[in-house]
Structure formats: structure tokens, C-alpha cells
């Protein structure tokens, strides 16, 4: 189910399928970089503003899926408009800013963003753009990234599966917004 906060900004609306902290796993494979699979953690957060916050990290897993090491961190802000065109700001911890643009889908909670403009640092490895696929498939997460670099023709790089993180705050507020004529038993809840 997807939640609409109160004090959520009108214009994110559209957005708010990617509220929320997110938890998962994925596979990490492109030319000239470790093949791996990988942690992720992911937040979208909100302050009433009219954009989300984001922020992933990132890890290698080991063949026991325990932490290895760090493989990317990623921070940004998305907005979206009348028309339902998505834009995203991202800076990543290697060097690189990009602006995104894109759009949701019609009638469902998907968004597809591609690069419009790449910033690196000097330390930054070689990057020219990328597409990014994001979608809420049964209450899941999921998101499949491509990249290019001058060598490198645009494929995909990087992709995960994301579970949302029930916090103890989230379960005390579901608690106080059950109705007071609950069922003794949670079988004849579902009758």
C-alpha cells in the first residue's frame, strides 16, 4: 500500500510510492570494475518542501551476503511537475553530479530518468551519461541502472531489489490508527 503523508508537499504526490526507507540486494557487473553482488540501503525523505531527498549506499556482499566493503554512495533531490516530469540532481561519492530527467509512467508507479548533464571531478573515473529505470512492483522497490563511459557503450551496470524498512515508529502509528472494534481473533479480521 502506498502512503500519502499529510504534510507532503501537493506537487509530490506522484512520488510518494518512493517514501520511505528501503532495504535490499542487487548485482553490480560493467567492464573494467569488480562483478559483484551487492547491499543497498535507500531513503526518500520529505520536509513539505516540493522535493524529495534521497540518499543509497551501497556495499560489496561476500557469497554469505555479509558486508565486504563500501562500493558507492549517492545523495540527491527529486522533484516532479504538472505533466509528470521527474528531474534529479545526484552527486556520487567517486566524483560525479548529474542531472536526470524523465517521467512516470501512465498509471502506474514507475519512472524512467536518463542524464542530461554530467559533471566529474579530476579523480572521477570516466562516466558520459545513463538511463535508470525505477518501479514499485508489488510493494517492493526495484530499479535497474545503465552507463556509458568513452569506451564503453550505454548497458547496464547495476540493479536491485528493495524491501521497505518497517520502523518501531511505523508500527506504533498503524497501532494507533486501528479501529477500536477489532476482532479478538485476526481470522475473523479476514472473513
Given at each position: 500500500?502506498?502512503?500519502?503523508?499529510?504534510?507532503?508537499?501537493?506537487?509530490?504526490?506522484?512520488?510518494?510510492?518512493?517514501?520511505?526507507?528501503?532495504?535490499?540486494?542487487?548485482?553490480?557487473?560493467?567492464?573494467?570494475?569488480?562483478?559483484?553482488?551487492?547491499?543497498?540501503?535507500?531513503?526518500?525523505?520529505?520536509?513539505?518542501?516540493?522535493?524529495?531527498?534521497?540518499?543509497?549506499?551501497?556495499?560489496?556482499?561476500?557469497?554469505?551476503?555479509?558486508?565486504?566493503?563500501?562500493?558507492?554512495?549517492?545523495?540527491?533531490?527529486?522533484?516532479?511537475?504538472?505533466?509528470?516530469?521527474?528531474?534529479?540532481?545526484?552527486?556520487?561519492?567517486?566524483?560525479?553530479?548529474?542531472?536526470?530527467?524523465?517521467?512516470?509512467?501512465?498509471?502506474?508507479?514507475?519512472?524512467?530518468?536518463?542524464?542530461?548533464?554530467?559533471?566529474?571531478?579530476?579523480?572521477a573515473g570516466p562516466y558520459s551519461g545513463g538511463k535508470r529505470l525505477y518501479g514499485y512492483v508489488k510493494s517492493d522497490l526495484m530499479w535497474?541502472?545503465?552507463?556509458?563511459?568513452?569506451?564503453?557503450?550505454?548497458?547496464?551496470?547495476?540493479?536491485?531489489?528493495?524491501?521497505?524498512?518497517?520502523?518501531?515508529?511505523?508500527?506504533?502509528?498503524?497501532?494507533?490508527?486501528?479501529?477500536?472494534?477489532?476482532?479478538?481473533?485476526?481470522?475473523?479480521?479476514?472473513?
Amino acid at each position: 500500500m502506498i502512503e500519502i503523508p499529510s504534510d507532503l508537499h501537493k506537487d509530490l504526490v506522484p512520488l510518494a510510492f518512493l517514501l520511505g526507507n528501503w532495504a535490499g540486494a542487487g548485482v553490480h557487473d560493467f567492464p573494467g570494475s569488480e562483478k559483484c553482488n551487492f547491499g543497498q540501503e535507500v531513503s526518500f525523505t520529505h520536509d513539505g518542501r516540493d522535493f524529495l531527498e534521497y540518499h543509497s549506499h551501497t556495499w560489496v556482499l561476500d557469497a554469505d551476503g555479509n558486508k565486504v566493503r563500501p562500493l558507492e554512495t549517492e545523495s540527491g533531490f527529486w522533484r516532479v511537475d504538472a505533466a509528470r516530469k521527474v528531474e534529479a540532481v545526484m552527486t556520487r561519492d567517486d566524483g560525479v553530479v548529474e542531472i536526470w530527467y524523465g517521467e512516470l509512467a501512465a498509471k502506474k508507479p514507475q519512472i524512467d530518468l536518463v542524464t542530461d548533464a554530467v559533471a566529474r571531478t579530476a579523480a572521477a573515473g570516466p562516466y558520459s551519461g545513463g538511463k535508470r529505470l525505477y518501479g514499485y512492483v508489488k510493494s517492493d522497490l526495484m530499479w535497474v541502472g545503465e552507463k556509458q563511459t568513452p569506451e564503453v557503450e550505454l548497458r547496464p551496470y547495476m540493479s536491485a531489489h528493495l524491501k521497505k524498512v518497517v520502523t518501531p515508529e511505523d508500527v506504533e502509528r498503524w497501532a494507533k490508527a486501528l479501529p477500536d472494534d477489532m476482532p479478538d481473533d485476526g481470522i475473523a479480521f479476514f472473513k
